[in-house]
């Protein structure tokens, strides 16, 4: 017969190995390449390759079979990096450089301490039934987890409304992604590290995780296939810090255009209206200004002065209008067609939109005003 603990490691083993294997073949799937997002596909990939290793060497020497503390003193020395790898890999896609090597310098640090204390134990002991320096090991991993969703939260919540704010595109993808991977991967992380040195209530807590995990890893791909509408923003290492590089902008105060800056602003946008460039469904405020050549800060100072509202509802509103317009010249045109000849980047985002400003659908917003047109 088969033991529990031999069935629930190879699962582990064979799921990890096939995560790896998705993410290296997915990467020639997508359309559109984003650096961040590459070199994060990667660190993944070596992250499951880490953990499947990790489960093949359980099964191969019988570490756990022999003892549950010599078991867990070994899954903390591969589950650490692992759980390093995979913030990292989330915060190479969410922040610039300056916060990563202070995230990467920090996670080596607790990682040396780890080693450090089992370096210890192993020392003092004299082989791995080492149950201070295990459990010292196991806070340790408990702390950094706790951090690392707590960083994750914070920068994903501020990433999440810059993006909202200068992207025209739909961001839900983007969200889901976020979401799943701090919220949903944190709470089965900590179950299993919590279940680390029993080996019920880890055989429990591993099915958790592996579907964690796979949620996860599901999202990321997703995220890699829907990611033009950010390319310029997550590839952004200073988004939150942008200056203006041009001599007029320079010359005008940090939060007020003149009325002669503003009506050359005024007019180079009107330009890129008449020509339908909202039709680019990846258009983001960063791309706008310099098809326009204004500065970003400029841009976003013109739209908040005299629209009084962010670059992602001043697009909408222009799409908006425009769907509004074509369904009454062209009641023949689909959803689709519409979403297409306005930018959205799907019927979902045409659906949503209309549903947030006149409380109807598209197709019924449509026939109740060809309705009250034949009428008049």
């Given at each position: 017969?088969?033991?529990?603990?031999?069935?629930?490691?190879?699962?582990?083993?064979?799921?990890?190995?096939?995560?790896?294997?998705?993410?290296?073949?997915?990467?020639?799937?997508?359309?559109?390449?984003?650096?961040?997002?590459?070199?994060?596909?990667?660190?993944?990939v070596f992250a499951m390759m880490v953990l499947a290793?990790?489960?093949?060497?359980?099964?191969?020497?019988?570490?756990?079979?022999?003892?549950?503390?010599?078991?867990?003193?070994?899954?903390?020395?591969?589950?650490?990096?692992?759980?390093?790898?995979?913030?990292?890999?989330?915060?190479?896609?969410?922040?610039?450089?300056?916060?990563?090597?202070?995230?990467?310098?920090?996670?080596?640090?607790?990682?040396?301490?780890?080693?450090?204390?089992?370096?210890?134990?192993?020392?003092?002991?004299?082989?791995?039934?080492?149950?201070?320096?295990?459990?010292?090991?196991?806070?340790?991993?408990?702390?950094?987890?706790?951090?690392?969703?707590?960083?994750?939260?914070?920068?994903?919540?501020?990433?999440?409304?810059?993006?909202?704010?200068?992207?025209?595109?739909?961001?839900?993808?983007?969200?889901?992604?976020?979401?799943?991977?701090?919220?949903?991967?944190?709470?089965?992380?900590?179950?299993?590290?919590?279940?680390?040195?029993?080996?019920?209530?880890?055989?429990?807590?591993?099915?958790?995780?592996?579907?964690?995990?796979?949620?996860?890893?599901?999202?990321?791909?997703?995220?890699?296939?829907?990611?033009?509408?950010?390319?310029?923003?997550?590839?952004?290492?200073?988004?939150?810090?942008?200056?203006?590089?041009?001599?007029?902008?320079?010359?005008?105060?940090?939060?007020?255009?003149?009325?002669?800056?503003?009506?050359?602003?005024?007019?180079?946008?009107?330009?890129?209206?008449?020509?339908?460039?909202?039709?680019?469904?990846?258009?983001?405020?960063?791309?706008?200004?310099?098809?326009?050549?204004?500065?970003?800060?400029?841009?976003?100072?013109?739209?908040?002065?005299?629209?009084?509202?962010?670059?992602?509802?001043?697009?909408?509103?222009?799409?908006?209008?425009?769907?509004?317009?074509?369904?009454?010249?062209?009641?023949?045109?689909?959803?689709?067609?519409?979403?297409?000849?306005?930018?959205?980047?799907?019927?979902?985002?045409?659906?949503?939109?209309?549903?947030?400003?006149?409380?109807?659908?598209?197709?019924?917003?449509?026939?109740?005003?060809?309705?009250?047109?034949?009428?008049?």
């Open positions: 017969m088969v033991d529990s603990l031999y069935i629930v490691q190879n699962t582990c083993f064979v799921t990890t190995t096939i995560m790896a294997i998705v993410l290296a073949i997915s990467r020639f799937h997508v359309k559109w390449i984003n650096k961040n997002y590459e070199t994060s596909r990667w660190i993944l290793v990790h489960y093949l060497l359980q099964m191969l020497l019988g570490l756990r079979a022999k003892s549950d503390m010599i078991g867990a003193t070994v899954n903390i020395l591969f589950y650490a990096p692992v759980a390093i790898l995979i913030t990292y890999s989330i915060l190479h896609v969410e922040c610039n450089v300056r916060n990563r090597n202070r995230y990467r310098t920090a996670s080596i640090a607790t990682y040396l301490l780890i080693l450090a204390i089992f370096g210890v134990g192993y020392l003092t002991k004299g082989d791995l039934q080492m149950p201070i320096a295990s459990y010292a090991m196991l806070a340790l991993l408990v702390i950094y987890i706790v951090v690392a969703t707590y960083i994750l939260v914070t920068i994903n919540t501020k990433k999440r409304k810059i993006i909202s704010q200068e992207i025209g595109g739909d961001i839900q993808t983007y969200i889901n992604y976020t979401r799943s991977s701090v919220l949903i991967l944190a709470g089965p992380s900590l179950m299993a590290v919590f279940a680390i040195h029993s080996r019920t209530l880890l055989l429990f807590a591993a099915p958790f995780f592996l579907i964690s995990l796979i949620i996860f890893i599901t999202t990321f791909v997703a995220l890699g296939h829907n990611l033009q509408p950010m390319t310029e923003l997550l590839n952004n290492e200073d988004s939150d810090d942008l200056t203006p590089n041009n001599e007029a902008s320079q010359a005008q105060p940090k939060n007020k255009l003149s009325a002669e800056r503003s009506n050359a602003i005024a007019e180079a946008i009107k330009k890129w209206h008449d020509e339908k460039g909202f039709r680019d469904s990846s258009i983001t405020i960063t791309a706008l200004s310099k098809l326009i050549r204004i500065d970003r800060r400029e841009l976003s100072l013109h739209l908040g002065q005299h629209h009084n509202c962010s670059f992602r509802i001043w697009l909408s509103e222009l799409r908006f209008n425009e769907a509004k317009r074509l369904m009454l010249e062209h009641p023949e045109f689909s959803n689709e067609a519409i979403s297409a000849e306005c930018g959205f980047s799907s019927h979902a985002q045409l659906y949503n939109i209309f549903r947030s400003k006149t409380g109807m659908s598209p197709k019924e917003w449509k026939e109740r005003n060809i309705a009250n047109n034949t009428c008049e």
